[in-house]
């Protein structure tokens, strides 16, 4: 079983940064394909970014140029960077965890950005 706790939400003004982390427990973290989501207020889950076992990255684009995805498999944590924060990114930011056949998620972080 792997438990997976976000963290590093909060409320913003546009333009400002944020740095989300994923910290999962376990021990297959660096075999694990991690995806961020998020869900903005009144409307579906939409996925954010993605990275990979080897580290290559993918992103909505929606976020392209503004969000990083890395992971710290020492660690065994994914991070999501966001900057240049925009009202429209407002939403429950949550981690994703699949491999092995396993698919896990977590409780989710709260992100507000509004002035």
């Known amino acids: 079983q792997v438990q997976l706790v976000e963290s590093g939400g909060g409320l913003v003004q546009p333009g400002e940064s944020l740095r989300l982390s994923c910290a999962a427990s376990?021990?297959?973290?660096?075999?694990?394909?991690m995806t961020w989501y998020r869900q903005p207020p009144g409307k579906q889950r939409e996925w954010v970014a993605a990275?990979?076992?080897?580290?290559?990255?993918a992103y909505a684009d929606s976020v392209k140029g503004r969000f990083t995805i890395s992971r710290d498999n020492a660690k065994n944590t994914v991070y999501l960077q966001m900057n240049n924060l925009k009202p429209e990114d407002t939403a429950v930011y949550y981690c994703?965890?699949?491999?092995?056949?396993?698919?896990?998620w977590g409780q989710g972080t709260q992100v507000t950005v509004s002035s």
């Open positions: 994703r965890s699949r491999g092995s056949g396993n698919d896990y």
């Open positions: 990275i990979s076992t080897d580290s290559s990255t």
């Open positions: 376990g021990s297959i973290f660096s075999r694990s394909f």
